[in-house]
């Protein structure tokens, strides 16, 4: 692995330790709210909070394991990490919600008192705005380390800011209107946003654990294979990408003319595997596999002689991401 590679891997690292340490506080922070009101919307935010120092404490250790290189047990590196921790948090991001909601119908039914708003507001308004900034510092580290396990903790933590805000709202709308049934009411609302949250993290992390097929990149991959074609290159089919982590595994077929010596076609491999590794160096790493050209492929070739060549060049293929990602030869 680069020594930009381990760098880049020590940033998302400790971005994961000041998620995990800033959590700790604002736990803290909207624990004491809540018992200072005794509010269910406020409960809810602290809930949600614990959720927060699980997962940031889940993302640092996940980061960092993603981060080691490939090894024996792991040839392709471990970058899944990532991926297994973001689904774990949108299980318990569901979780806390359910609860949530379960303790919002019981103050329903049994009904609500309230005491030291005023106290609680301003606690949870500023657990709320370190909220706000941890999570856009989150999201900021996720983009430029492509960490899904970042990602989603910035998720959650922005999500836990709209929830504080909603808390906050309920009580003082309950200060100046005296009807406390709003708190709950508040509460029970706010798990339904809690839970469409934990779903989109959830889902995100199923196209990665399930390799769903990241078509951005793949058009992003034709278009710099055709900016840099060369006329050997008959033809390339099966582009496939696997998303592990923070980076991409690419495979495709490069069919390279009959007559080429197998220096003449490895060559050629490197070539075009060269150019793919200088444009998405750090997103993907890469294999060419070699097939030797079929008489089907002349039409198509653009190589200017050959012996072996059956039909007359009709135009060149194009390397659009539709044809480079089809199955066959053809």
């Given amino acids: 692995m680069s020594s930009v590679a381990i760098r880049r891997g020590d940033a998302a690292v400790r971005a994961g330790v000041v998620s995990l340490v800033a959590s700790v506080a604002i736990l803290g922070m909207k624990a004491a709210a809540y018992l ?21 404490a889940l993302v640092t250790y996940t980061v960092a394991v993603s981060r080691r290189p490939p090894d024996a047990d792991h040839p392709y590196g471990h970058g899944k990490a990532e991926t297994l921790s973001a689904m774990i948090e949108g299980a318990m ?73 909603a808390g906050i709202a309920a009580l003082v709308v309950v200060q100046f209107t005296g009807y406390t049934l709003l708190d709950p009411i508040v509460a029970l609302l706010v798990s339904g946003n809690i839970l469409w949250a934990g779903g989109a993290v959830v889902r995100r992390s199923l196209t990665g654990l399930l390799d769903e097929a990241d078509f951005s990149l793949l058009v992003r991959l034709a278009q710099r294979i055709e900016s840099v074609r060369r006329p ?30 197998m220096e003449d076609a490895h060559r050629s491999g490197d070539l075009l595997e060269a150019e793919l590794r200088r444009a998405f160096e750090s997103e993907a790493e890469f294999i060419v596999h070699l097939d030797p050209c079929q008489p089907a492929h002349c039409s198509g070739c653009a190589v200017r002689e050959c012996e072996l060549r059956t039909a007359a060049l009709e135009k060149p293929v194009e390397f659009s991401a539709d044809h480079l990602t089809r199955a066959g030869q053809i």
């Avoid at 200072?36 to 949600?48: H, I, Q, Y």
């Avoid at 303790?103 to 005491?115: F, T, Y």
Wanted: aromatic residues 4%; proline residues 1%; contains cysteine.
């Fill in 36 to 56: 200072s009101t005794g509010s269910v919307a406020l409960l809810a935010d602290a809930a949600e909070s614990v959720v927060n120092v699980i997962a940031a």
């Fill in 93 to 165: 991001i569901f979780a806390a919600a359910l609860l949530i909601a379960i303790e919002a119908v019981r103050r329903i039914v049994s009904g609500a008192v309230l005491e030291h708003i005023g106290t609680g507001v301003a606690i949870s308004a500023t657990a709320g705005v370190a909220n706000l900034a941890l999570g856009l510092f989150l999201l900021g580290v996720a983009r430029r380390e492509h960490s899904q396990a970042l990602r989603a903790d910035g998720i959650h933590v922005l999500t836990d800011t709209v929830t504080t805000a």
């Fill in 232 to 261: 050997e290159w008959c033809d390339i089919h099966q582009l496939r990408s696997r998303a592990s982590g923070h980076r991409h595994h690419v495979d495709l077929h490069l069919v390279v003319p009959r007559y080429f010596t």
